[in-house]
């Protein structure tokens, strides 16, 4: 079905502005606008109207049936991008752009966090027992778990990327998921690099750590080992958050990969702290 911003014009859902986003439920492609392409059946439509007054927009949320456009509530939207969510991680083993395992709660239900941009972010709550998990098994099997990754937009890294690491991989083997835990290493360089995923750009950072200690896990006694040097790939609203600049000392964990773009690397980094003065 194609629709273009005449057809949404005739939408009657109390706001009358022509701010329309789009979900694409099939891949979790964001849009800001109405996409060139079709739209099809479960993709979500959201209207959005900052009305006078207001610091923040009001939204409406709409979706696709036999070609009709069809007002739903917020959390029905929600709903049927977690379903979507569940059918993407069975088909492809990874987690879709943008998207990210957040914790598992317990009652049983597995939260994600779709936040394809800074003003956009949604949690997905799924039960365990829809991936054919038991509880005990499901905390591992989303902790290690890959999101898909987009092509790279920018031009070569300015920071030297390692091919490999001896050390590092020896301490995330010995975790048994490829896990480590990097402790109190500083920021030498950072870098703000950006990857696009059929047509969405996601904007992430690269960390140069240096002169720290790793550990295979968080428990007190466990020895930890000194490292010259690590690259550390996060998003940037991890890193943001925790306020993170350039001579910072931090504490993270995450999961070793050899990546095609920036070779040996962690990622998959849920957390990250800075010591304090």
Request: net charge negative.
């Amino acid at each position: 079905m194609k629709i273009n911003l005449d057809d949404l014009d005739n939408v009657s859902d109390g706001l009358f502005g022509r701010w329309w986003v789009h979900i694409d439920s099939e891949n979790f492609v964001f849009n800001k606008g109405i996409p060139e392409n079709e739209v099809k059946d479960d993709d979500i439509l959201i209207h959005k109207e900052i009305k006078e007054g207001e610091r923040f927009p009001t939204l409406r949320y709409h979706t696709i049936l036999d070609d009709e456009i069809l007002e739903i509530d917020g959390k029905i939207a929600r709903e049927m991008l977690s379903t979507k969510l569940k059918d993407y991680i069975l088909k492809h083993k990874k987690i879709p752009f943008s998207s990210e395992y957040n914790k598992i709660q317990r009652n049983g239900l597995v939260i994600f966090k779709y936040s394809p941009t800074s003003f956009d972010n949604y949690n997905l709550k799924i039960q365990v027992t829809e991936f054919d998990l038991e509880k005990d098994e499901a905390e591992e099997f989303f902790t290690n778990i890959e999101n898909m990754e987009g092509t790279p937009v920018d031009g070569e890294l300015k920071i030297k990327i390692m091919k490999e690491n001896p050390i590092i991989e020896t301490i995330a083997s010995e975790s048994g998921a490829n896990r480590v835990y990097i402790i109190d290493a500083e920021v030498k360089r950072m870098e703000k690099r950006s990857s696009e995923y059929m047509g969405h750009v996601s904007e992430f950072y690269i960390l140069d750590l240096q002169k720290g200690e790793a550990a295979p896990d968080n428990k007190k006694n466990t020895m930890k080992r000194v490292f010259d040097r690590v690259i550390v790939k996060i998003s940037e609203k991890t890193l943001t958050a925790a306020d993170i600049k350039v001579g910072d000392r931090v504490s993270l964990s995450g999961k070793t990969k050899m990546n095609y773009e920036f070779k040996f690397i962690i990622q998959n980094v849920r957390k990250i702290t800075k010591k304090e003065e």
